[in-house]
């Protein structure tokens, strides 16, 4: 705490996420595809054509994330140890919850390899899963899905190296029959991590699994 806060994204005084810039985050209110939740221009989506998901039943996400201080504070967020914006993001992902009425019984934070966890010191989707399900009164399980490899950075590889990188990168403890899941993430990009996850979910016997994402990257 040596230096006051400023705003993540305009560097406006004495607010990590200034109302400027907070109301200047473009929420996605219009149609999506309803398995990737990309906003959808036409009746085929072209992300699922290209790579289709298979296992969850579909991915939500409060915002987009080009050009947009949402960007800004998911950065900061992740890499910047800036912890503490979590709880101002965690209610956008609650009045994403809510507008899509998810409706699940259980929240899983996609987990960070345990290499990346201590290099990190936390997990920026636990972080935001937690204050969600204080937010909307649903229990957070930190346990039974974890990472089994470090997949590393997503970011430079393109969609069809994703989906090989992340499959198979999970697995869950324990029978998980009878329950509907939600899992929470930073950002989704073509939903590969997020349909890895679910994979293992439902191998284990999970009877839903939705994906709920701050910011939708296309
Ligand atoms: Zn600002
Ligand atoms: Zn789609």
């Known amino acids: 705490m040596l230096f006051p806060p400023a705003c993540v994204h305009c560097k406006a005084p004495n607010v ?58 998911v950065h900061h967020l992740k890499y910047q140890g800036r912890k503490v914006l979590a709880s101002s993001l965690a209610e956008m992902l609650a009045e994403t919850y809510r507008y899509y009425n998810l ?31 204080r937010l909307v009164g649903l229990p957070v399980d930190t346990t039974t899905l974890y990472r089994t490899r470090d997949t590393g950075q997503q970011m430079a590889l393109k969609a ?16 998980l029959s009878g329950l509907k899941f939600l899992l929470v993430d930073d950002v989704c990009t073509t939903g590969s991590t997020l349909d890895a996850c679910a994979m293992s979910l439902k191998m284990n016997g999970a009877d839903a699994v939705w994906g709920l994402t701050l910011a939708k990257a296309t």
């Not at 992300?47 to 409060?62: E, P, V, W």
């Not at 936390?122 to 937690?130: C, E, G, R």
């Not at 069809?160 to 029978?175: D, L």
């Open 16 to 73: 990590w996420l200034c109302q400027n810039c907070k109301s200047g985050i473009f929420f996605i209110t219009s149609i999506v595809c309803p398995r990737c939740g990309t906003p959808a221009s036409s009746p085929a989506c072209t992300q699922c054509s290209t790579n289709r998901l298979h296992y969850i039943d579909g991915i939500r996400s409060a915002a987009v994330f080009e050009d947009n201080p949402m960007r800004s504070a």
């Open 160 to 175: 069809q190296q994703r989906r090989h990188n992340v499959a198979g990168a999970f697995a869950c403890r324990g029978h």
């Open 103 to 133: 409706n699940a019984d259980v929240i899983i934070p996609v987990p960070l390899h345990r290499t990346r966890l201590k290099e990190r010191g936390y997990n920026q989707s636990t972080l935001l899963a937690k204050k969600l399900g």
